[in-house]
């Protein structure tokens, strides 16, 4: 059995997470899913619940085809909890959809963290500062997703 870093196994899963990430949320996710996923109440609640599961699922499949196709050994455990971690943070971001310009304290708590520590004077300005927030926010929890899966082997 070939053995493979903890660099090269995060390497490649932050590679296969992150082009999975594009799929999940641009190919994969609904139209429905992507207008609901930050309204209010129930109704947003379950399109982004259904979105993120087609997300996670996108990123499951390349996680095991990566894993398969270079041999990395991944730990299955591990990668179930990076998988969980980039599906729980992903959900947190996408509840805020069209809502990053919203200062007021009903706003979702990223969105009020974004305006506390700063942000607010883009995110009112700019139309396309919440999309971009969200990515980053996606991105650099897809990082420490692929740390978590990357450090066990079976």
């Known amino acids: ?38 309204k209010p109440g129930r109704e947003g609640a379950a399109a982004c619940a259904r979105h993120v599961a087609t997300y996670t699922a996108t990123q499951a499949l390349a996680v095991a085809a990566v894993s398969r196709g270079l041999g990395l050994g991944m730990n299955w455990r591990r990668a179930a909890a990076g998988l969980a971690l980039s599906a729980a943070t992903h959900y947190v971001a996408d509840r805020c959809a069209k809502q990053w310009s919203d200062d007021s304290p009903d706003a979702p708590a990223l969105v009020r963290f974004a305006h506390k520590v700063g942000h607010s004077p883009w995110l009112v300005n700019d139309p396309g500062a919440g999309p971009l927030m969200d990515q980053a926010w996606h991105k650099g929890w897809i990082a420490l997703a692929a740390a978590v899966a990357a450090s066990g082997r079976r």
């Open 1 to 38: 059995m070939q053995t493979t870093s903890k660099g090269a196994r995060f390497a490649a899963l932050y590679a296969a997470l992150t082009a999975a990430h594009e799929v999940g949320d641009f190919w994969v996710q609904q139209d429905t899913q992507a207008v609901a996923k930050g």
